[in-house]
């Protein structure tokens, strides 16, 4: 069975870095694309971006300036950085695997259990 | 980016109603469209991907249908557990973009 867990500070301060890892277990990175997702309080998702094992990246073009993922194979894990964050950025972060159909469409079909960030002084 | 517009914003039903949940997109997306249940707390969890294939897992009192724009989610009987917001996600062209979802209420 596939799991994600995210794992990083709950609160950060404004105009500072937001930093979450994924942790994957019972599959192997090295397959898939793997995603970064955030819900704020009472709102849909917003998907942030993805990577494959190779490094490549897409981002959401609404916070590209301000995004990186990351991962290491070594340890099975993906991470996710956004840089200058405000209050606009507090939200539940997940991680999420996609799974692809058609060759070009895609679902997310395992997620972790989310972690609440909140941007605060 | 593809506007992905669901109706209702909510709705009440009681068990074993049929319900139809509906999304539109802002263009043509054939049939690259997923539907999620969300339940407070909880991550989003994929019912149907690619319109109308059941995801492994997923009861099948649930369905999917639809090309082009506009797309349903059925339920054949409501269940107790069935109550929970709903979101659509196009995945035709990035960025990937989701409905505001449809919360489903106990009547």
């Known amino acids: 069975q596939v799991h994600l867990q995210e794992s990083g500070p709950g609160l950060v301060k404004p105009s500072e870095t937001l930093s979450l890892t994924c942790s994957v277990s019972?599959?192997?990175?090295?397959?898939?694309?793997w995603s970064w997702i955030r819900q704020p309080p009472g709102k849909g998702p917003e998907w942030i971006g993805y990577?494959?094992?190779?490094?490549?990246?897409?981002?959401n073009p609404s916070l590209r300036s301000r995004v990186t993922i990351s991962v290491d194979t070594s340890k099975n894990q993906f991470s996710l950085k956004l840089s200058s964050v405000t209050a606009a950025d507090t939200a539940v972060y997940y991680c999420?695997?996609?799974?692809?159909?058609f060759g070009t469409g895609s679902s997310f079909d395992y997620w972790g259990q989310g972690t609440l960030v909140t941007v605060s002084s | 980016d593809v506007q992905m517009t669901q109706s209702p914003s909510s709705l009440s039903a009681s068990v074993g109603d049929r319900v139809t949940l509906t999304c539109r997109a802002s263009?043509?997306?054939?049939?690259?469209l997923n539907w999620y249940q969300q339940k407070p707390g909880k991550a989003p969890n994929l019912l149907i991907y690619a319109a109308s294939s059941l995801q492994s897992g997923a009861p099948s009192r649930f369905s999917g249908s639809g090309s082009g724009t506009d797309f349903t989610l059925t339920i054949s009987s409501l269940q107790p557990e069935d109550f929970a917001t709903y979101y659509c996600?196009?995945?035709?062209?990035?960025?990937?973009?989701f409905g505001q979802g449809t919360k489903l209420e106990i009547k």
């Open positions: 996600q196009q995945s035709y062209s990035l960025p990937n973009t």
């Open positions: 999420a695997r996609e799974s692809s159909y």
């Open positions: 990577i494959f094992f190779s490094g490549s990246t897409d981002y």
């Open positions: 263009q043509s997306i054939s049939r690259y």
């Open positions: 019972g599959d192997s990175i090295n397959t898939y694309y």
